[in-house]
T-cell receptor, first 114, second 111 residues
Framework: DTEVTQTPKHLVMGMTNKKSLKCEQH?????MYWYKQKAKKPPELMFV???????INESVPSRFSPECPNSSLLNLHLHALQPEDSALYLC?????????????FGPGTRLTVT | KNQVEQSPQSLIILEGKNCTLQ??????????LRWYKQDTGRGPVSLTI?????NTKSNGRYTATLDADTKQSSLHITASQLSDSASYIC??????????FGQGTTLQVKP
């Protein structure tokens, strides 16, 4: 299995809702990432988990809460989002953190906040 | 400041034609450079990866070049197909492992 899967593909939520995005990989990768991508812009790094511990938080608002329950799973919990948070949320994984390891991206979750 | 700049911003070509996309970077120190293809609404897929010592890498109809002295890279697409319509993103990795993305070139291949 050489892919990163993300669910759901699309999500529409109101500003008072609580929802979660899920990411899964079975490549034995020990680093996992969340990116946010607005239309016609490159992905922006949000969080990095290394060996199931949060290693990087790129000053992301607390309404986004990541969780890594085990080495194969990465969640992104969403609460009280704003319309400007609408974007494509990409998950990626790599064999390890750092330079030599290629990041493999999932297909993304298209989030719309109404 | 570590930056990656791509040109052109967008490009329209006819099916079967060749095209070349450009990437200039100021990332230092430099570890590697990747070209990704991203279909609309999908995640990026790696096409090529090159380290400092490599100056050309091919993947089917895609050929990437790297000049580490001038900090320039190009992606050449041969005999374009309709399925090549996508965004092509140049990504440079510095010594921290963080990916530095270019803004991308949007390629449209018309029949």
């Amino acid at each position: 299995d050489t892919e990163v899967t993300q669910t759901p593909k699309h999500l529409v939520m109101g500003m008072t809702n609580k929802k979660s995005l899920k990411c899964e990989q079975h490549m034995g990768h020990r680093a996992m990432y969340w990116y946010k991508q607005k239309a016609k812009k490159p992905p922006e790094l949000m969080f990095v988990y290394s060996y199931e511990k949060l290693s990087i938080n790129e000053s992301v608002p607390s309404r986004f809460s990541p969780e890594c329950p085990n080495s194969s799973l990465l969640n992104l919990h969403l609460h009280a989002l704003q319309p400007e948070d609408s974007a494509l949320y990409l998950c990626a994984s790599s064999q390890g953190p750092g330079v030599p390891y290629e990041q493999y991206f999932g297909p993304g979750t298209r989030l719309t906040v109404t | 400041k570590n930056q990656v700049e791509q040109s052109p911003q967008s490009l329209i070509i006819l099916e079967g034609k060749n095209c070349t996309l450009q990437c200039n970077y100021t990332v230092s120190p430099f570890s590697n450079l990747r070209w990704y293809k991203q279909d609309t609404g999908r995640g990026p897929v790696s096409l090529t990866i090159m380290t400092f010592s490599e100056n050309t890498k091919s993947n089917g109809r895609y050929t990437a070049t790297l000049d580490a002295d001038t900090k320039q890279s190009s992606l050449h697409i041969t005999a374009s197909q309709l399925s090549d319509s996508a965004s092509y993103i140049c990504v440079v990795t510095g010594n921290t492992g963080k990916l530095i993305f270019g803004q991308g070139t949007t390629l449209q291949v018309k029949p």
